[in-house]
């Protein structure tokens, strides 16, 4: 083989390789449903309670888009996020597990043609205010349900306690246990008192979205 077939050959499988290494995995709901025990235990319930930091409702997750649970498990995975029970739980999963579980949870409980409104409810003046002081709707949706981009969550309709722990987390400094990284959202929590924080927590909360909560038994 010449240099230059041989150059040229080089090319093709860097290019190949680089090609394959930036797809994405994809995930398999069915696949995903066998690997969700760690999950109904909390998500499967509803109304069940978490107790660290503080008690809250755990997130709905079921109608939550893909992307943002596969970023969301990554993130306590890499220590990005700070849980002692979520870390241990993403630490046992691999990235295919990963993007299986949440292709299972896109799906969960989905209602096909169900519509929703185009807009959030109108908000008091003094909770208006705060969602344009952050500029919330301009990632997480006028209604708060479709995100710009699937990597944001869905918030509407999420528990209002839960919305208000992890608006809280992005607050967190130097607690090695307990925080959110995040320089978008951590800049954003930190405009708010933890009192603004909690109206916008229950104003958006009060919205029309996907998110639920699909009874589920450990025992199938």
Request: proline fraction near 4%.
């Amino acid at each position: 083989m010449n240099k230059s077939l041989s150059l040229a050959f080089a090319f093709v499988v860097a290019t190949a390789t680089s090609v394959s290494f930036s797809q994405e995995i994809k995930g398999d709901a069915k696949a995903g449903e066998t690997k969700i025990a760690m999950c109904i235990g909390c998500h499967g319930i509803p109304g069940y309670q978490a107790s660290f930091p503080e008690v809250y409702k755990v997130p709905k997750i079921s109608g939550q888009s893909s992307k943002y649970i596969a970023n969301s498990l990554n993130a306590y995975k890499k220590g990005e996020r700070k849980h002692p029970t979520m870390r241990g739980i993403a630490d046992n999963l691999s990235e295919q597990d990963i993007a299986d579980i949440s292709a299972y949870y896109s799906a969960h409980g989905k209602v096909e043609g169900a519509a929703l409104p185009e807009k959030a409810t109108e908000a008091k003046s003094n909770v208006a205010a705060l969602v344009a002081k952050g500029a919330c709707t301009s990632c997480h949706g006028e209604n708060f349900a479709k995100p710009i981009d699937p990597s944001y969550p869905k918030i509407a309709g999420q528990n209002a306690d839960y919305l208000y722990v992890a608006l809280k987390s992005y607050k967190v400094e130097g607690n090695s246990a307990w925080g959110r990284n995040n320089g978008v959202m951590g800049g954003i929590a930190k405009q708010y008192s933890l009192a603004e924080l909690k109206e916008l927590a229950n104003y958006v909360s009060a919205q029309q979205g996907d998110l639920k909560v699909v009874p589920q038994s450990r025992f199938r």
